[in-house]
């Protein structure tokens, strides 16, 4: 398996950092301009997909269930903590695959 450089897995996890902002937008945008160049860019896309197609219909349930801010609270500081865990792990160069509905296939 080849190692990734210090570049790509630096902007591997900034994928994923900047995905709290920009939800699924920010994957995939990078998921369509790097699919056929980089599998390693293309992969992390695919999961941080993944991550936002499945929180967002919860978090819209909840909401249009008046379910309180607890519930929502939960689920964005799971979200983030998620989001975190798989940006150390591009930036190790390692694979990270959230605990969530495969929309996309990795």
Known sequence: MKRESLLNRGLASLIHLFSLLLTF???M???LGTKKRNKYFADHAKEGMNLHFTFFPILLILNLMNMGPVFTYGLL???TILILIAAIYALKGKKFSYPVIRYFKV
Do not use: D, K, N, Q
């Open 25 to 27: 937008i920010l994957p």
């Open 29 to 31: 945008l990078v998921y």
């Open 77 to 79: 500081t799971l979200e």
